[in-house]
């Protein structure tokens, strides 16, 4: 049978196409640390020195829900994921345990985002004081990432706390690395309210390319005290496994909602690239910023 130039011409598109939505990022380290000593912690290097409750450096080649190397959470069972998706596979590269997150493991989400995500099962339990709960001093979860500029393509990763994997649950916090439509990359700090579908950027800062590394983290703490607590964010780049200082996020928010947990999680999802405003965009902007001060002062 002989197929028509403009049917192959429309597979070709399709098939160009899904290729050029897919992405392919890599996680080197997954970490938890609780009731830690705040002070200790003025630099990256100083989490050496900061024994966190779980550890996971994707050596041992058995891919999530497969959470070996893990020390208890307080004293209680952490000892699996609950994947999302799938991740994986876990490689030895340049002597460092990779997992690597590709978009054909990603599945729809709720909101019909496709999504690949390992969270970590940590003690729900609310009469337990095991586990990341309101009533603990602080917690904090981190991953290292390669450093990989999605750029104008989808797709992006990070760290989580999420309890939307329970019961009514429906609050997600998270640092994410962002491509965006003028090449260049972002960080997201963000909050999701799973009941909406709503989320809402708290910050953005351009990501610096060229580095080997990232370092992503939220940290549920009361920095200044008295309560409430709140989670921050907050990340750092690594070349040459030497770590810069920590640059933190504007803003907090709230992770408990009628919630007396949260659950630590890693994630790669197919979203868009953030846009960015083209010049005469950004001239129309401004125009129309200095409109409503006009406005403003014309009032007083």
């Keep these: 049978m002989k197929r028509s130039p403009s ?18 990022f890599q996680i080197d380290t997954f970490a938890v640390w609780k009731n830690v000593d705040q002070s200790a912690i003025g630099n990256p290097i ?45 490689t030895i590269i340049g002597g460092q345990g990779i997992l690597t997150l590709d978009s054909s493991g990603t599945t729809p989400n709720d909101h019909g985002v496709l999504v690949q995500q390992a969270t970590l099962l940590t003690n729900i339990d609310p009469a337990s004081p095991v586990g990341l709960k309101q009533v603990s001093t602080n917690f904090a979860v981190g ?19 999420t309890d939307i994997t329970v019961g009514t649950g429906n609050d997600t916090v998270s640092l994410s690395v962002h491509g965006t439509t003028a090449g260049g990359a972002v960080i997201q700090f963000s909050r ?51 770590p810069s200082g920590f640059t933190g996020m504007n803003g907090y928010t709230q992770i408990f909602n009628g919630e007396v947990f949260t659950r630590p999680a890693f994630y790669a999802a197919l979203t868009p690239p953030v846009p960015i405003p083209e010049p005469a965009e950004y001239a129309l902007l401004l125009a129309g910023l200095g409109l409503i001060g006009w406005r403003v002062r014309r009032r007083v």
Excluded at 70 to 75: E, F, K, N, V
Excluded at 151 to 157: K, M
Excluded at 211 to 223: E, F, N, S, V
Aim: aromatic letters at 12%; glycine letters at 14%.
């Design 7 to 24: 049917l192959i011409t429309a597979l070709a598109t399709c098939l160009t196409a899904g290729a050029s939505h897919a992405y392919t």
């Design 192 to 242: 999701f309210d799973n009941n909406t579908g709503m989320r809402s950027i708290l910050d953005q800062q351009a990501l610096e390319t060229g580095h080997d590394q990232i370092g992503l983290g939220l940290t549920y703490a009361d920095p200044d005290g008295p309560d409430p607590k709140a989670v921050y964010a907050g990340y750092f780049y690594l070349d040459n496994d030497a």
């Design 143 to 161: 991953g290292v990432y390669n450093l990989i500029n999605p750029g104008n393509n989808p797709g992006s990763y990070g760290v989580r706390l």
């Design 46 to 90: 100083d989490l050496l020195t900061t024994p966190p409750v779980f550890y996971d450096n994707f050596a041992d080649l058995a891919a999530p829900p497969s959470a070996p190397n893990y020390t208890p959470l307080g004293g209680g069972g952490a000892a699996m994921y609950g994947v999302f998706g799938s991740v994986g596979p876990e």
